[in-house]
């Protein structure tokens, strides 16, 4: 599994300020300000992702997606728990697999596969299942949305 301590060049840092998202390191064994899950989880304050070196590279992801999917009102106000409804959340794991290739070292392919080891379920059995053969209204979401083209291409804009 990969981790923001494997990243070894800006990349990930390169692709969260293309969103306005800043990243801050967290010292080994410190908590993390705004982790929903605790442990190494990522934390989200505001515009700012909070990593340590043992943070998996998916839950940074998974946390700046939510930052990138949710309104304007929302993100004001965001402190920990980044809120929305079931069809936010699958817009942000399809978000998520589609933003990995943009990190060194890392492929939507690999993301998906940590995903399932994480533990995200659905109902195809796997999240490249999913992504391939169900995530039809996680696409529509985003697209309507205006953060990917039909190509799946990012927009670089967050929700308004």
Known sequence: MQTFGDIKDDSLAALMSRFGIKIHAVEPGEDI???????????LIDSNLYLRADTP?????HEACHYICMDNQRR??????????????????????VLAKWITGNSSLQLMNE??????????????AWFKEDAEDAKQWLLDSELITPDNTPTWKTRH
């Open 76 to 97: 004001e106000h965001l402190h920990t728990d980044a809120g929305g409804g079931y069809d936010e959340e699958n817009a942000v794991c399809y978000l998520q697999i």
């Open 57 to 61: 590279t998916h839950s940074a992801l």
């Open 115 to 128: 995903m399932n080891d994480w533990g995200y379920t659905f109902r195809l059995g796997s999240a490249l």
């Open 33 to 43: 300000p705004g982790s929903h899950f605790g442990d190494s989880e990522a934390g």
